[in-house]
């Protein structure tokens, strides 16, 4: 009888040990999942924070690009104004001379700064985007008085005039652009 008593307490102990170690494997592999469930989730907040800084520094180049094709679209446009201008106030230019200044100087800047622009705004933030309409009306001006004497030729213009007023809408003009990279350079680009 002895003997059917131990059996039963070894029986009762082995029975005692079993669930303690089945609680003991359910804790490790309840602390294994969540230890896997932590990284996992870490390693996603840190993919999806690298995707994000990834997408700023794709924004910013874009940005980069768009800005420096303006600076040096307006500064073209400004050149090619001032040749226009000069051709057609000049007495001894011909009006084909003129339409040829025209035609291959002053309009491919002027479509190429209006294409700067464009793509600028698209990219621009608000503030960045009332300094862009400003430089686009202050180029308006400037082309304007490039192109008042293109047609008419020299004759009967005050040409100390006309070049005081297309000086004055060229210097607007480029502080105006200024202001815009001013803006620009302060952004966190």
Known sequence: ????????DDG??????QPSTTTAALAGALIGALAGLTGSTLAYFEAKDTRREEAQARRSDIRR????????AANKYV????????????????????????????????????????TARLVAPPEGRKDLAAIAARSARVGELATDWYGKGPEGVDVA???????????????????FMDRAADESL
């Open 79 to 118: 050149q090619q104004a001032t040749q226009l201008l000069t051709v057609s106030l000049d007495p001894a230019k011909t009006e084909q001379e003129r339409r040829r200044q025209f035609e291959s100087g002053y309009a491919p800047a002027n479509t190429d700064l209006a294409r700067a622009v464009t």
């Open 1 to 8: 009888m002895t003997q059917k008593k131990d059996k039963a």
């Open 161 to 179: 005039k006309a070049d005081a007023d297309f000086a004055e809408a060229v210097r607007a003009q480029l502080a105006a652009l200024q202001t």
């Open 65 to 72: 690009a768009a800005y420096v094709e303006l600076a040096g």
């Open 12 to 17: 009762a102990s082995g029975r005692r040990r």
